[in-house]
T-cell receptor
Framework: ETGVTQSPTHLIKTRGQQVTLRCSSQ?????VSWYQQALGQGPQFIFQ???????GRGNFPPRFSGLQFPNYSSELNVNALELDDSALYLC???????????FGQGTRLTVV | SQQGEEDPQALSIQEGENATMNCSYK?????LQWYRQNSGRGLVHLIL?????REKHSGRLRVTLDTSKKSSSLLITASRAADTASYFC???????????FGAGTTVTVRA
């Protein structure tokens, strides 16, 4: 157990809908990153939040957005869902950008 | 795009044997990390090696790093059935904030 919890664990949405995924970071960690992992691939970086500010973003369109709250928990929002958004979404917390990251169990999103 | 590339893509070994997998990357790094993933769930951090280190051990794990060749290897000694998983290398750049993962090596340990 890493202390990072994600909800929900599974989700099925229809194309065009919006989804919000949630992540509670490990105690003492002020940095949260989100990754998308398609089947058979390695995780791809979406963005990172540090002390409630976006601290970097990967090659994802603006319909992927996020928030970090004062308690360092975080949300990932995806608007106008597409079939290719079907993936495992992973949240990772760390004490800073250059240390080990602790991952949650992920949210499996299926877009139909 | 993936920064790291693991080799081989898949590995099948007998319990008790050693498993070695390699990772190559393209740009300069601050550190390189190895993670394990069971059955498409969360990733578990195994070991972190910094760019100024050449070798690191943790239990049955041994990691090497060759920055001149931009490559790393992960050795799992005396493998067990519980080591069956996908293994990923991830790099963190010097001025970077993200981990860049390879596509992973799937290891199957046969009893």
């Amino acid at each position: 157990e890493t202390g990072v919890t994600q909800s929900p664990t599974h989700l099925i949405k229809t194309r065009g809908q919006q989804v919000t995924l949630r992540c509670s970071s490990q105690s003492g960690h002020n940095t949260v990153s989100w990754y998308q992992q398609a089947l058979g691939q390695g995780p791809q970086f979406i963005f990172q939040y540090y002390r409630e500010e976006e601290n970097g973003r990967g090659n994802f369109p603006p319909r992927f957005s996020g928030l970090q709250f004062p308690n360092y928990s975080s949300e990932l929002n995806v608007n106008a869902l597409e079939l290719d958004d079907s993936a495992l979404y992973l949240c990772a917390s760390s004490s800073n950008s250059h240390t080990e990251a602790f991952f949650g169990q992920g949210t499996r999103l299926t877009v139909v | 795009s993936q920064q790291g590339e693991e080799d081989p893509q898949a590995l099948s070994i007998q319990e008790g044997e050693n498993a070695t997998m390699n990772c190559s990357y393209k740009t300069s790094i601050n550190n390189l990390q190895w993670y394990r993933q069971n059955s498409g769930r969360g990733l578990v951090h195994l070991i972190l090696i910094r760019s100024n280190e050449r070798e690191k051990h943790s239990g049955r794990l041994r990691v090497t790093l060759d920055t001149s060749k931009k490559s790393s290897s992960l050795l799992i000694t005396a493998s067990r059935a519980a080591d069956t998983a996908s293994y990923f290398c991830a790099t963190a750049g010097s001025g970077d904030y993200k981990l860049s993962f390879g596509a992973g090596t799937t290891v199957t340990v046969r009893a």
